[in-house]
């Protein structure tokens, strides 16, 4: 964690704003963090801790109110829409607790989802979905829809669409929040295999069993980082 010259992610006195009323709520209140490539990032803490827009953040979807936001050492937010758009569709996997599948579209389609706007041919997208869908163990429900699937198996064709561009950076929002204990335990032992082979995960929770998993575990509360624990 020291070595910031190997940052994928760095934040540089990022705060965001909201109005409420009349009154100002500092989401982030001066954050200063670096996430080195390859590592493991559980961001735990209270509702309202700030967790949630650090997520969105570090995952382009929300701009900072004033500080730095550096991916891969770009500031990204110095980019208009577009732009910022294309960078997270090539560089960033979203995994949701909600899963976030289409219900009219095949597994396979789901998975090919990215592709089609990356304008990837149909044989090399379909080829890419299959090979990922082995990845995860779904190699035979390609043809099924999302509601002929287990919450466990609808988590892995979310895991196989993140995974689809190859993206850098694997950010998970509550990846075990709708399912079973043992179905989590699985999608984590999953999340780390992919963690072994070089990906870096930042992920958001409130289980503390979850929070284990990972490298370090970063604590917010009223917009700060509270603390951080090393495995």
Known sequence: MSDTNGAIVRLCKARKTYRMGTESVHALD?????FERGSFWAIMGASGSGKSTMMNVIGCLDRLTSGQYLLEGQDVFTLDDDRLSERRLRHIGFIFQSFNLIPQLTVQRNIELPLYYLGWEAAASSDRARELARRVGLEERLNHRPTELSGGQMQRVAIARALVNDPHLLLADEPTGNLDSATG????????????????????????DIAAHAQYRLHM???????????
């Open 221 to 231: 509360k009223d917009g700060q980082i509270d603390r951080v624990e090393e495995r």
């Open 185 to 208: 335990v699985q999608i984590m032992k999953l999340l780390e295999e992919l963690h072994s082979e070089g990906k870096t995960i930042i992920m958001v929770t409130h289980e503390p």
């Open 30 to 34: 001066g954050v200063d963090i670096a």
